[in-house]
């Protein structure tokens, strides 16, 4: 029999296959998840248009690994006898290219066009999943459902609420809403203190389309401006002096979409820490499954380290200077050892932190850096409602690029181990 010749980047697509290919997963279409060989994140990687996302087929243009790794899960290549085939080096690229992060600009300018239209249609499925309470007296209120969705295309729109009534007797037009909120029922709407818990869950179904996709999660915290401010005389200098208030914005969001999968909202003053395990809990109960959660220093807690390890996740918490692995529990001996004689591979894949900073950039960006309400309850749900809002706005992208169709309200599945 003859020998069959294979590079070698195709016999670790085979080796990859082989080890990991009961993680290989469906997307949509020709697009697949292919995991990684050193980590428990993963790449995308389109068996028809031969593209893949990382780094190696992005440099060179070659097909990589993970690209043979489908072939042969697929069945599209044929896998050779181990004991005739024969291994030789990838042929060299005819000319040197460059390392770059390209964008598919078709996609990006079809999902701008489209973003508006798709977010109303998008909101519409969330907010059918509202529960209506029951009225028993006084005059018919519009709808809950109808309430928060003319809400959230009020922060949409990113203008005044009076500003946004256009868009609003847009959306009746189409049917979206049974009758467009007048401005001052959105306003009372937004001030609703009851509301937040409702928003929050919005928010993290917003986030469930993307369960197969995302893998890895990094958390932190921002601040939101307001306009209002508190003011107090000092007597020790004989001048008044004031101070402005801020909301602050605690995230968990997926580091390969940027999707926001758990959110709090608080008063300035509260820390980061103890903010954590509510965001993985809350993630995990969404049906993601968390293997690897990235934090600054700011979250570093026994407690924190402990939890993510129940979750069957892999924590990149960095440690301090004064840290040390004595008066611990056996997680932070271990994680204290791993990040002192490992650095390397730790700076590598704690990387992955700064997505959660690439994506309160992008939110600032598109809703503004601060909320327009004045009042303290009003402000807690308007930087809910401007979460919202970015997270449809992200799977508007996620379509395009993955032909992904959201459905929301669906039932979570069950936690499958590798």
């Not at 390969?256 to 608080?266: C, K, P, Q, Y």
């Not at 979750?311 to 004064?322: R, Y």
């Not at 529990?329 to 894949?349: C, I, K, P, Q, Y």
Request: charged share 20%; glycine share 6%; hydrophobic share 40%.
């Amino acid at each position: 029999m003859d020998a069959a010749i294979i590079t070698i980047t195709q016999a670790r697509g085979l080796a990859l296959e082989r080890a990991k290919g009961a993680r290989i997963r469906h997307i949509a279409g020709d697009v697949y998840f292919v995991p990684s060989v050193t980590s428990t994140s993963g790449y995308v990687v389109n068996g028809a248009a031969n593209t893949c996302s990382c780094a190696a087929h992005e440099e060179s243009g070659a097909i990589c690994k993970h690209q043979w790794a489908l072939r042969y899960h697929r069945h599209d290549a044929e896998v050779p006898e181990e004991s005739t085939a024969v291994t030789v080096p990838a042929p060299p690229l005819l000319e040197p290219h460059r390392l770059t992060y390209g964008q598919s600009w078709s996609d990006y300018n079809h999902a701008q066009c489209e973003e508006k239209e798709r977010v109303r249609l998008l909101l519409r499925g969330l907010c059918d999943g509202i529960i209506e309470p029951v009225q028993t007296r006084g005059r018919p209120r519009i709808p809950l459902g109808d309430a928060i969705y003319c809400a959230t295309m009020k922060v949409y729109t990113t203008v005044s609420g009076r500003r946004a009534t256009t868009d609003l007797k847009a959306c009746e037009t189409s049917g979206l809403v049974k009758k467009a909120a007048h401005y001052n029922s959105v306003f009372r709407t937004i001030e609703r203190a009851d509301l937040k818990p409702l928003l929050k869950q919005l928010v993290e179904q917003s986030a469930t389309p993307l369960r197969a996709i995302e893998k890895t999660f990094a958390a932190d915290s921002t601040g939101l401006a307001t306009n209002t401010y508190s003011r107090w005389f000092e007597h020790a200098y004989g001048e008044p002096s004031r101070k402005q208030r801020w909301v602050k914005l605690h995230a968990m969001v997926g580091t390969f979409t940027n999707v926001i999968t758990a959110v709090e909202v608080t008063e300035s003053y509260l820390g980061d820490a103890p903010m954590l395990i509510p965001l993985l809990d809350t993630t995990l109960a969404s049906g993601f499954n968390v293997r690897e959660v990235c934090a600054d220093k700011a979250y570093l807690s026994n407690d924190n380290l402990i939890a993510i390890e129940a979750a069957g996740a892999e924590p990149f918490i960095p440690f301090k200077s004064n840290s040390t692995p004595a008066g611990n529990s056996e997680v932070w001996r271990r994680l204290h050892h791993g990040f002192e004689f490992n650095r390397e591979d730790f700076s590598a894949r704690y990387h992955q932190r700064s997505n959660v900073e690439a994506t309160f950039s992008a939110l600032k960006r598109k809703f503004g850096a601060a909320v327009r309400s004045r009042l303290p309850a009003a402000q807690l749900n308007e930087a809910l409602l401007m979460c919202l809002c970015f997270n449809l706005s992200r799977l508007v992208h996620v379509i395009h690029v993955l032909g992904v169709e959201p459905q929301f309200w669906l039932p979570v599945p069950k936690k499958v181990m590798p």
